[in-house]
């Protein structure tokens, strides 16, 4: 029995859509012509899925607050002892998102069937990432599943919190910026030229400043879709071109060379690896397979390939602590940390007291960083300003030689 997604219409023509369960599509059709419904189109919800994923989509997977909500329900009934059909119904119907939902109902249709969890969430890749799904597989076959499923909540929670924490704290210096570079144009553009014009009939050399703002203000106001389309084009083709193995891997090593940036990377890269490698090593995932999956969270290509080496090491009977710490990438702290939990016997406890650890010095360096940007932004903003005003008061203060 699956999932299908329909379209149909009633007796007076009126268009309904919604979600039903059978065995086949032409089984959910006779379902609805049984409701007196005329169906237009029956569509298996994980076969839309797949079609999603094999084409461009400006829609993701779940958003990180909705994966983190649902994985909470599922953990809160799972261990109030409801059966996962269940329990997957009614996360199912709880939520409001028909997309989240029809998901939710197509997993339940999976394993209705007879699969387990863990199959009936990899027919939806974009919705849960592997980790979710290893995680999950994991605390199926130890037969813990609803403690899994705790560790889990917990870990989705205090990603989307961590998110959210560093969305809000951008939203000020971004405003600012948008601001900053509005009010710049708009002098440039209007306020210049009105007020400099006057002073252009004298047949004499305006100060070098005041001729700058005056080819600055032409400049934009003659080109300003060619600025716009400059920008457009640099970004675009920046994406595409680190889409590419060789460019991403020389610009992610760039920022681990550049002082402030190279800490913030090690940093969040870090603190996701040690904190997924912990997760799954207290769910009963096999430490080189956790491994494998660990290496997949970090964005940054040479510190993915600084793992890749690690679990070789490791394969060959090398401690994690020294395989990770050859490498020069990850921060000495961690790897001592680490190394203390292989000696004590205690490596879910220390991996997750070294993502804690990172996680706090990452906080800590972005709150210093956008405590700095904030006045700085506004003194970078109040010398343009100032130039401009220097740059209109300049002739006035010239202005007997002019008429000489």
Do not use: C
């Amino acid at each position: 029995m699956g999932a299908f997604e329909f379209v149909a219409l009633d007796k007076k023509g009126k268009e309904s859509k919604g979600l039903l369960e059978g065995d086949t599509p032409k089984h959910v059709r006779q379902m609805l012509r049984e409701r007196q419904l005329l169906p237009v189109s029956v569509t298996e919800v994980a076969r839309k899925e797949s079609k999603r994923q094999s084409t461009f989509s400006v829609r993701g997977g779940i958003s990180a607050s909705e994966l983190a909500l649902i994985t909470r329900q599922l953990a809160t009934l799972s261990k109030a002892g409801l059966p996962l059909e269940e329990t997957l119904l009614a996360v199912g119907q709880q939520n409001e998102n028909p997309r989240t939902q029809s998901i939710l109902l197509g997993v339940r249709s999976r394993v209705m069937e007879g699969h387990s969890l863990a199959d009936g969430l990899a027919d939806f890749p974009q919705a849960f990432p592997i980790l979710y799904r290893a995680t999950v597989a994991a605390g199926e076959q130890s037969g813990h599943l609803d403690a899994v499923l705790e560790r889990l909540a917990d870990f989705t929670e205090s990603r989307q919190a961590l998110q959210q924490q560093v969305r809000n704290a951008l939203i000020y210096p971004i405003a600012l910026v948008v601001t900053a570079i509005g009010i710049i144009s708009f002098m440039l553009a209007y306020v210049v030229p009105k007020v400099v014009y006057i002073f252009q009939n004298y047949d004499q050399q305006l100060p070098l400043l005041t001729r700058i703002m005056i080819g600055s203000s032409d400049f934009i106001r003659g080109y300003w879709y060619l600025i716009i389309a400059v920008v457009v084009v640099i970004v675009f083709g920046a994406r595409q071109l680190l889409k590419h193995d060789g460019p991403r891997r020389q610009y992610h090593r760039m920022l681990l060379r550049l002082p402030i940036v190279s800490r913030l990377t090690r940093g969040i890269n870090t603190a996701r690896f040690t904190q997924t490698l912990s997760i799954l090593a207290g769910s009963g995932v096999p430490i080189l397979e956790s491994l494998r999956i660990a290496s997949q969270v970090v964005v940054n290509m040479p510190m993915r390939e600084a793992v890749e080496e690690a679990s070789l090491r490791i394969r060959e009977g090398a401690m994690i602590s020294s395989s990770l710490a050859s490498s020069k990438l990850f921060p000495p702290m961690t790897t001592h940390l680490i190394s203390s939990g292989e000696a004590s016997g205690k490596l879910e406890e220390m991996l997750s007291r070294a993502a804690t650890n990172q996680e706090k010095e990452v906080d800590g360096l972005i709150a210093t960083l956008l405590g700095v940007m904030q006045p700085l932004m506004v003194i970078i903003m109040a010398a343009i300003v100032l130039l401009i005003v220097l740059a209109i008061l300049l002739p006035i203060f010239e202005i007997n030689n002019l008429i000489r």
